[in-house]
């Protein structure tokens, strides 16, 4: 069935007279996630999340738009891992432009960068940006951050761990081999205090920080917890979709 919400779903005829307050853009990456998750699990989250919290956010009278995905981020602290594809910023910031000229010139006046990958950010470009188009409100969120995994998983991490294996074990299960061929996701951690603090921050060289590219032991996964954590989730964001969409760019703070 057609999602009219979902713009590489539907069609002219149903486009021709519409009217969106929001467009979400899904933004992910496209490498190695430890042995046993695809290549496209940062691609897979970001649009089945985005995709799901639309539907929630329409279905409640939002009037969204789901963009395609992108389907590349920044891994430029991954050269060597073997197809591990990269965007520069500016690169991501080029295609921004171009995307926003089109909604801008259209009548879109809302975007959200819908994260889906921790090497992208993009709130410096969004400022920037968004003194060359001042009717757009140009917003970013990062999904992976937006709720507290400690109460759906035992393991923390930030790539291939307990969380996206569930997830992706929910998602799409096809894809993913058994937890028995995953690595362990040991990561080892900068040697300097204020980097391991958080404080300062360089970008960390994969190869030399994780043997199996995953930093997060994903063994504890299972396709019911990420059931779980996909509906809490996607609940959350419709919120968010709806509200953002429903806001009065004139009228955004108390």
Known sequence: MIRPYVLAETNWKHLKDAQFDLAIL???????????????????????????????????????????????????????????????????????????????????????????????????????????????????????????RSVYFDEPGDHADEMESSLIMHLRPDLVLPLEAAGNGAEKKHKIQGFQEGWAWMEREWSAISADTGVGDPKAASAEKGQRFFKDLTQKLAGFFSELAAADPKDLYD
């Open 26 to 148: 899904p933004w992910g990456a496209t490498e190695a996630h430890n042995y046993h998750l695809p290549y496209a699990t940062d691609n897979i989250e970001a649009e089945q999340i985005a995709i799901e919290a639309a539907r929630i956010a329409h279905e409640a009278g939002g009037k969204v738009i789901v963009l395609p995905t992108i389907p590349f981020g920044v891994n430029t602290g991954q050269s060597d891992i073997f197809l591990d594809m990269n965007l520069n910023p500016s690169t991501q910031q080029a295609i921004l432009k171009d995307l926003i000229t089109v909604l801008d010139r259209q009548g879109v006046h809302k975007l959200l960068v819908f994260n889906s990958h921790g090497g992208n950010s993009f709130k410096t470009m969004l400022r920037e940006l968004g003194l060359v188009f001042p009717k757009m409100l140009l917003a970013e969120c990062h999904w992976f951050k937006s709720m507290d």
